[in-house]
């Protein structure tokens, strides 16, 4: 995927709609001091380049009734990592996986309703076909919650233009 390059005012609507995620166009043409049809325009390019992916709720697993989240590391078997991914994304446990560099093929991150919910999970995950073996640590806190809105604030942007039009 390209690298968007993203002005202050990109980042501007980021924030807001961080701050204010059920703001219309209108709203944050207002808090931003913006017209709303620069809002629309440079919203509709952030969502067309891929920038902005979506609008879902940020659901809290914990609250939700899956408190115990856990990491695992697979290693995987030669030329097994469709098969392995296509077994992963049917556990709906496994909230997230990557391919990665490093110990380790693929690491998950796995939500569970309790510490015998867990063990099933990964019993489940080390039974797939193509994981040759896999380890796993519980988290305990969270210390830092994800957070792409802050790295794109600390990041050098140019000034806005406030246009709609592309750079």
Do not use: K, N
């Amino acid at each position: 995927m390209a690298r968007r390059e993203l002005d202050a005012l990109d980042v501007a609507i980021l924030v807001a709609l961080r701050d204010t995620p059920r703001a219309g166009y209108l709203e944050l043409s207002r808090l931003l001091q913006v017209s709303r049809a620069t809002v629309q325009a440079r919203l509709e390019r952030l969502e067309r380049d891929g920038v902005v992916s979506g609008y879902g709720p940020d659901v809290d697993l914990a609250a939700a009734g899956y408190p115990v989240l856990a990491f695992a590391t697979l290693e995987i078997a030669q030329g097994r990592l469709a098969e392995v991914t296509a077994a992963m994304a049917a556990i709906p446990s496994v909230v997230e996986a990557y391919a990665t560099t490093g110990p380790g093929d693929v690491h998950c991150r796995l939500a569970a309703s309790s510490h015998e919910d867990l063990q099933r999970v990964l019993l489940e995950v080390s039974q797939i076909p193509g994981v040759a073996r896999s380890t796993s640590v519980i988290a305990l806190t969270r210390l830092v919650s994800h957070r792409p809105v802050e790295l794109l604030q600390a990041a050098e942007v140019p000034p806005a233009s406030r246009t709609g039009g592309s750079h």
